[in-house]
């Protein structure tokens, strides 16, 4: 009789599951660097709602934009996401970044 087929643990899961099980390595470098004085001026503050990963958050306290850059997912959307072009992006460096935890 033929073995069940092993099923693949990572495969089965749902995006939420699948999000929690990453693990990110901080680029010694920050991969995401923000022209501050745009978000000054910005009305809508679109990187606090397109961002998957929460990245980007206002503090009205100290009225600037706050990047918590080891967060990243590395999706790519604050490329083009910001109507002022203020988010210089780049991947992290080789052995950095996002990856599975298992
Ligand atoms: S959308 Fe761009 S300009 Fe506006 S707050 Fe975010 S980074 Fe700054
Ligand atoms: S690449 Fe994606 S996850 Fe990373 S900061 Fe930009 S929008 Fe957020």
């Known amino acids: 009789m033929a073995r069940p087929k092993k099923e693949n643990k990572v495969e089965l899961m749902g995006i939420h599951e699948k999000l929690l099980i990453n693990k990110f390595r901080?680029?010694?470098e920050i991969h995401i660097k923000v022209n501050l004085d745009a978000c000054l001026v910005c009305k809508n503050k679109e990187c606090t709602k397109f961002?998957?990963?929460r990245v980007f958050t206002w503090?009205?306290?100290d009225d600037q934009l706050l990047v918590t850059y080891e967060?990243?997912?590395e999706c790519g959307a604050c490329k083009s996401g910001c109507p002022y072009e203020a988010i210089e992006y780049k991947h992290p460096?080789?052995?950095y970044?996002?990856?599975?935890g298992i």
Do not use: F, I, R, Y
């Open 51 to 53: 961002c998957p990963s």
């Open 93 to 95: 460096s080789g052995g």
């Open 97 to 100: 970044g996002v990856g599975q």
């Open 71 to 73: 967060n990243c997912l």
């Open 26 to 28: 901080p680029d010694t």
């Open 59 to 61: 503090s009205e306290a």
